[in-house]
């Protein structure tokens, strides 16, 4: 029965896959340090480790306690537009925290680590967004999750550390953060509906997103260790459909019955409009896009979700490093 490891366990997309594993028959053991997540999330028959992947002592200590077969790595602060504002923390947290789990696994020869990035990492004018494109990151967050790709390459080439890199978007469904003010429109849309607040949109809400179902990504990163040509390779997963995020704020008032004006303000630096191509990933991992769920069909089954656990309020970000330029809503 192999052991592996799940960083980001206690949150959204880490929860899901830790869930897959157990059903596939691994001893996985957690470690978060919930400040994103919940200890809720976590999988009763997880070890679960409250920690964070910046305290090498602890990560050293838990590769030698445990002899990780695997390594999903899913802890990151994914607030993409707030990495200008949190520069440090930033790369302190996912990048340099990303080495300290990296050295692990080289020196306890792990199997196999599986990456989770973002296509963040093409920044602008790249559409579709393939994996053979140059990646050009248009902000902290994507520049650090480039890195961690490039670095898993070099430990591949001296070390022979395999790896697989995903490269998901606007990954939404059951277990996300909905009190996240910084990230996650889906989850910010319906919270604020249920708080009876207007939506907040930055810029005219023509910006495009292919918003992706957890159910379509967390099964297929859990099971890349099991195919042999997925090793070394880096894939984009996700939904093929793209919509805008007025599009987006329709649908989300229509499932959850709910209607309020919509708050529009000032543009933000961000890309345009994303949405990647799955090919590749088709190919590997044999799936059929007919069995990918619809936005609307996401967005309910998370909406039912959300009605169980009701609002949540997340604090301010405490550590804003950069207040030029800063969205005035992101200010405290």
Request: include cysteine; hydrophobic fraction near 40%.
């Amino acid at each position: 029965m192999p052991t592996s490891l799940v960083t980001g366990g206690a949150g959204f997309i880490g929860a899901h896959v830790t869930n897959e594993l157990i059903t596939k028959g691994h001893n996985v053991v957690v470690l978060d340090d919930l400040s994103g997540g919940f200890e809720e999330n976590v999988h009763p028959n997880a070890i679960f480790i409250k920690g964070s992947i910046t305290d090498n002592s602890l990560v050293e200590k838990l590769f030698n306690e445990y002899k990780f077969d695997y390594v999903y790595h899913l802890a990151a602060y994914a607030a993409e537009g707030l990495s200008h504002f949190i520069r440090r923390f930033n790369y302190e947290n996912n990048l340099i925290g990303s080495i300290n789990l990296i050295n692990q696994s080289i020196l306890h020869k792990i199997k196999c680590f599986v990456f989770t990035s973002s296509i963040a990492v093409y920044g602008k004018g790249q559409l579709p967004m393939r994996e053979d494109m140059i990646p050009q990151p248009e902000d902290p967050y994507g520049v650090a999750k480039f890195a961690v790709e490039q670095d898993l390459k070099c430990a591949h080439e001296m070390f022979g550390l395999n790896s697989v890199i995903f490269r998901p978007h606007n990954v939404y469904g059951e277990y996300q953060n909905i009190g996240d003010r910084y990230r996650n429109v889906i989850g910010i849309f319906m919270n604020q509906l249920l708080q009876g607040k207007p939506l907040t949109v930055f810029g005219d809400g023509e910006q495009s997103r292919a918003f992706s179902y957890i159910e379509d990504v967390a099964p297929h990163i859990a099971n890349s260790v099991n195919i042999p040509e997925a090793y070394n390779e880096t894939f984009n997963i996700g939904g093929d459909n793209d919509y805008t995020v007025n599009e987006l704020a329709v649908t989300v008032q229509k499932v959850m019955g709910i209607s309020q004006d919509i708050n529009y303000q000032p543009a933000r630096n961000e890309v345009e409009h994303a949405y990647a191509d799955h090919s590749k990933a088709k190919r590997v991992f044999n799936l059929n896009e007919n069995d990918f769920v619809l936005l609307e069909n996401g967005v309910q089954k998370m909406a039912e979700w959300v009605d169980k656990v009701g609002s949540r309020e997340s604090d301010y970000f405490g550590e804003i490093e950069i207040e030029e330029n800063l969205p005035p809503i992101w200010k405290k």
